[in-house]
Nanobody, 124 residues
Framework: QVQLVESGGGSVQAGGSLRLSCAAS????????MGWFRQAPGKEREFVAAISWSGGRTYYADSVKGRFTISRDNAKNTVYLQMNSLKPEDTAVYYC?????????????????WGQGTQVTVSS
């Protein structure tokens, strides 16, 4: 059983920064690609960023490219999402997830374990 626990969410003004963390249990963390998704009120959950198992490849949604950075520390079983230049439209619950089949980075169906989410609120 894998558990993912997000932290680091909060309230920030537009233009500010936050760093989200996702701590994973289990010994196989370093074998899997990981991803971040978000869900805004009244909207479907959407892909934000993903990172390969080694950390060597990263992928971003166009809406966050150049502002967000995904990274991981396999020694700590943790994946991070550094969010800079935040905008009100970034307000959402952010989830980390494990990519089980790795056929796609942006499809929710490729991810088998999910965290409980952490709220990010950006005010204008």
């Amino acid at each position: 059983q894998v558990q993912l626990v997000e932290s680091g969410g909060g309230s920030v003004q537009a233009g500010g920064s936050l760093r989200l963390s996702c701590a994973a249990s289990g010994r196989t963390f370093s074998s899997y690609d990981m991803g971040w998704f978000r869900q805004a009120p009244g909207k479907e959950r959407e892909f934000v960023a993903a990172i390969s198992w080694s950390g060597g490849r990263t992928y971003y949604a166009d809406s966050v490219k150049g502002r967000f950075t995904i990274s991981r520390d396999n020694a700590k079983n943790t994946v991070y999402l550094q969010m800079n230049s935040l905008k009100p439209e970034d307000t959402a619950v952010y989830y980390c997830a494990r990519n089980r089949w790795e056929r796609s980075r942006s499809l929710e169906s490729e991810y088998d374990y999910w965290g409980q989410g952490t709220q990010v609120t950006v005010s204008s």
